[in-house]
T-cell receptor, first 111, second 111 residues
């Protein structure tokens, strides 16, 4: 079984550009979670999705950030008009309802 | 939001046992105690979880106090690869809710 796949591993964007981060959950998992980790800080929950539905977005910034998990294909975390403060590691996880399985993350660097 | 308290850091020697404590005095009857760890530059990794009874798996053991207000993660023989940040997290029974990560305990393993 392949684990949770995130791509790209590293993403460089200039201020004002858009960043798209992709997450393919483990086979059979229909729950996806996104977390952000700023340098030298802890993991902060962003959003929890099930197929085609956002269940909990309490950790999502109100502007510029959006997430989706379509019926077919990976989950996407989209950041519009990136700023330097968006530079962080973004982790996604999928769940078998008992425990979470995390991907290796996408390191976003905003120049 | 984290409802657990852990020491910021601990140190151990290679091949010695390590006991990582966690206090969760406000735990409810339906909360499971989960442990995850995060190795440098990687996503978090599930370690173990339990409700009331002590639990063992290939990675570690979890000892839960009788009143459930505290627990201890036991690594029986620490290796250099066990150097990581260890997170103790409460999660509702049967829940698919998000995991809320605190600051965790940074474990250093000395050769």
């Amino acid at each position: 079984n392949a684990g949770v796949m995130q791509n790209p591993r590293h993403l460089v964007r200039r201020r004002g550009q858009e960043a798209r981060l992709r997450c393919s959950p483990m086979k059979g998992h229909s729950h996806v979670y996104w977390y952000r980790q700023l340098p030298e800080e802890g993991l902060k929950f962003m959003v929890y999705l099930q197929k085609e539905n956002i269940i909990d977005e309490s950790g999502m910034p109100k502007e510029r950030f959006s997430a989706e998990f379509p019926k077919e294909g990976p989950s996407i975390l989209r950041i519009q008009q990136v700023v330097r403060g968006d530079s962080a590691a973004y982790f996604c996880a999928s769940s078998d309802r008992e425990k979470l399985f995390f991907g290796s993350g996408t390191q976003l660097s905003v120049l | 939001d984290a409802k657990t308290t852990q020491p910021n850091s601990m140190e151990s020697n290679e091949e010695e046992p390590v006991h990582l404590p966690c206090n969760h005095s406000t735990i409810s009857g339906t909360d499971y105690i989960h442990w995850y760890r995060q190795l440098p530059s990687q996503g978090p990794e599930y370690v173990i979880h339990g409700l009331t009874s002590n639990v063992n798996n290939r990675m570690a053991s979890l000892a839960i106090a009788e009143d459930r207000k505290s627990s201890t993660l036991i690594l029986h023989r620490a290796t250099l690869r066990d150097a990581a940040v260890y997170y103790c997290i409460l999660r509702a029974q049967g829940g698919s809710e998000k995991l809320v990560f605190g600051k965790g305990t940074k474990l250093t393993v000395n050769p």
